[in-house]
């Protein structure tokens, strides 16, 4: 048998052939780490990309003032990620900064989600697509008017838990997330051809605590596992900056009015040999339940903006583009009122924050101000901007009638076995998800008693909803309102013999701000007293309403013909039929209804409450299709008999906002 033998010319070829061969499949390989946030071949930095030089920033070289908006990739559909950014970028916008919430990336301890609305990597990448920088906020706690400042309920298991300190279980958990997140996004920083030029450490922390040890634990967090780009922190007021400052961290100023007095107490704290920064001026304000909706005029804004790029600093317009309050994850404060301290008030579902891209993603006045003052003082960083991308279209799809419902029972009978304990226990000591107890929706209690019971106490306010029913007949609601409110129900539907009693509790949002985040536990505080007896012996059913009990709910065959006569909570179901598309933005009038739960094609789309302000729910067209579109109403109260969908958004009457006092520690 011959050997076999290739001419010069033929090896040649072959060699460019393998060689290109070889070459495509790096650059391949390259391409897709980077999409995924890794790059395991290329040498890692060590060295920030930002620099501050005297009084200013610096990147690959060049003088850059930050010119920043807030967006919350969390609070926006993905398939309007792109739209968003590039409306931003047209305002004349170089950076946009986002909060990472830990508690809706890891909702059960060890469970990680980072698909769909999660997906960070997918948003830095757009970002970096659209030709914006980034600093990137992932907390661990982030305040945002998120639930529980964005930590996962799930700490709250532990009775000794102290939050947002040195605690060892609780730094424990953070850095086996932060094992998860900081991967993802280290080959997105700057020195590695990322859009990620700074990253905070922690969140406005001086108006919590005074712990420099924890502030180092959670710099060494970032920095040990490749973080390299600027650190910065942000606090709002004098007493909290001297709290949170940190060496070798830039800080950073949060107000609205009077920049000159805050950016000269930054400078009695840091030195007057940094770079000026507000990393949160607030564009407008976010709204409570039962309150008005906040704005601030574009001009009057305008105004206020003038004076802090006349003073050469950089700025972050907090928030640019505010968003929605997606299913239960809306936060919650404590307001402090004269003689009935401790007001708690959970937030809306519209984070529209009158911000200069509104929730809907329409540019408005203040954005079109913001526009012309950013190329007027930063002519230089605004020379190329883009033109404005239009909006994109809304349609009124009228009226859908309401044909079937399902009864509270049916509800609990899909729900499964219930838990039996002595005791009712809070939402987070449940023995479900993996031992992480329940983190939000609503829980169900219930109780027998074999006498005529006439009065319910509460040995605590609920937290932070609770609506009674004997013998299934609805005696009233239990409102968490301050300390010591709404803790004993007279009640009239009893009998001789076997007496059944339901309370059902919901989690309105956890309180984001402040030392009271440490009480935030959920359900029946406590004891329940029966005439004057301690209740013992309960069943408790959590309603989560997880994607798998959603379809669990759609695909039974309880589900029974309107009209309803029910007058217990129940679901109510619908269908929008779109004949073609394209499918378009809507918002949803839920004015005829009283208060619940909005699901759309399975999604949690938030609250409704008749309450108010807010009066329509922003429906992106993504979550619709052209065809058959399921809407389920959990409807707490009374039902309408239809549903209404219009183009215009109706977040109710106003009352203009103003945020000009320090925030002094709470210590």
């Known amino acids: 048998m011959k050997g076999i033998s290739l001419r010069p010319v033929h090896l040649f070829r072959w060699l460019l052939i393998f060689g290109a061969i070889i070459t495509f499949t790096i650059w391949y390989i390259h391409r897709l780490n980077t999409a995924n946030g890794t790059l395991s071949m290329q040498q890692k930095v060590t060295k920030a990309s930002l620099e501050t030089k005297g009084v200013d920033f610096y990147l690959d070289g060049k003088k850059l003032r930050l010119l920043s908006g807030s967006i919350h990739y969390f609070r926006v559909v993905p398939e309007h990620w792109r739209d968003r950014l590039q409306k931003m970028k047209a305002a004349g916008l170089n950076t946009i900064t986002t909060y990472v919430p830990w508690n809706a990336h890891e909702p059960s301890r060890g469970t990680y989600h980072f698909k769909g609305i999660l997906d960070l990597v997918a ?63 280290e080959y997105l920083q700057y020195g590695y051809g990322g859009p990620i ?21 959670v710099k060494e967090a970032l920095t040990s596992r490749g973080i390299v780009e600027l650190l910065v922190s942000s606090e709002n007021g004098k007493i909290p900056m001297k709290n949170g400052f940190m060496q070798d961290v830039l800080m950073t100023a949060n107000f ?40 601030y ?7 206020l903006v003038e004076d802090v790029l006349k003073r050469g600093a950089s700025i972050n317009l907090y928030m640019f583009h505010g968003g929605t309050n997606f299913g239960f994850m809306n936060g919650a404060n404590f307001q402090n009122q004269p003689q009935k301290k401790h007001i708690y008030i959970p937030t809306v579902t519209s984070y529209d924050y009158d911000a200069p891209i509104g929730e809907d993603g329409d540019v408005t006045k203040k954005f079109l101000k913001i526009r012309e003052l950013l190329q007027k003082y930063a002519p230089d960083e605004t020379k190329n901007i883009p033109p404005v991308p239009d909006n ?27 838990i ?77 013999g076997e007496n059944i009693i339901e309370i059902l509790v919901e989690n309105q949002g956890r309180v984001n701000y402040g030392n009271d985040i440490r009480i935030e536990r959920k359900g029946i505080i406590g004891d329940v007293f ?36 029910e007058k217990r909570p129940g679901l109510y179901r619908g269908t929008l039929e779109i004949k073609s598309g394209p499918v378009s933005d809507t918002y949803l009038d839920m004015s005829d209804w009283v208060k619940g739960v909005i699901f759309v094609n399975g999604f949690n789309l938030g609250r409704y409450w008749n309450v108010g302000p807010q009066k329509t729910y922003y429906l992106p067209g993504p979550l619709l299709k052209v065809g058959k579109n399921e809407i389920v109403i959990f409807e707490l109260h009374q039902n309408a008999d239809s549903l209404k969908f219009t183009n215009k958004p109706d977040l109710g009457d106003t009352v203009h906002v103003r945020n000009d006092e320090d925030i002094d520690s709470a210590l």
């Not at 704290?269 to 607030?282: C, H, N």
């Not at 798998?548 to 029974?560: G, R």
């Open 197 to 217: 030029i700074a990253v905070q450490v922690e969140n406005e922390y001086g108006s919590f605590g005074r712990s420099k040890n924890y502030l180092q634990q």
């Open 420 to 496: 039996a304990d002595p005791e009712p226990l809070c939402m987070e000591k449940l023995p479900i998800n993996g031992n992480s107890g329940q983190g939000y929706g609503f829980i169900l209690y219930r109780t027998k008693t074999s006498k005529n019971p006439t009065q319910l106490k509460l040995a605590n306010p609920p937290h932070d909803r609770a609506q009674v029913f004997l013998n299934s007949n609805a005696e009233g609601v239990l409102q968490r309102i301050h300390d010591t409110s709404e803790t004993i129900l007279e009640m009239t539907s009893g009998k001789e």
């Open 256 to 295: 609205q009015e009077n920049a000159d007095r805050h950016f000269d107490d930054l400078i009695r704290v840091q030195g007057a040999d940094k770079p000026l920064m507000v990393m949160e001026f607030w564009s407008g304000w976010f709204d409570h339940w039962g309150e008005k909706h906040h704005i």
């Open 297 to 303: 005029s574009a001009t009057g804004f305008a105004t």
């Open 530 to 565: 029966l005439n004057g007896i301690k209740a013992e012996q309960w069943e408790m059913f959590p309603l989560e309403f997880k994607k798998s009990y959603l379809e669990a709910v759609t695909n039974s065959a309880k589900w029974f013909e309107m009209p309803s006569h």
């Open 123 to 185: 948003f830095l990448n757009i970002c970096k697509e659209v030709g914006l920088h980034v600093i990137l906020r992932p907390g661990p706690y982030i305040c945002g008017e998120w639930e529980f400042g964005g930590l996962p309920s799930w700490l709250l298991r532990e009775d000794e838990m102290e939050i947002r300190s040195p605690y060892p279980t609780y730094i424990d958990a953070m850095e086996k997330y932060f094992d998860e997140l900081i991967p993802k996004v």
């Open 392 to 418: 994109l279209s809304k349609k009124a799809y009228g009226k859908v009638e309401i044909t079937q419902y399902m009864t509270l029972d049916t509800l609990l009978e899909i729900n499964g076995k219930p």
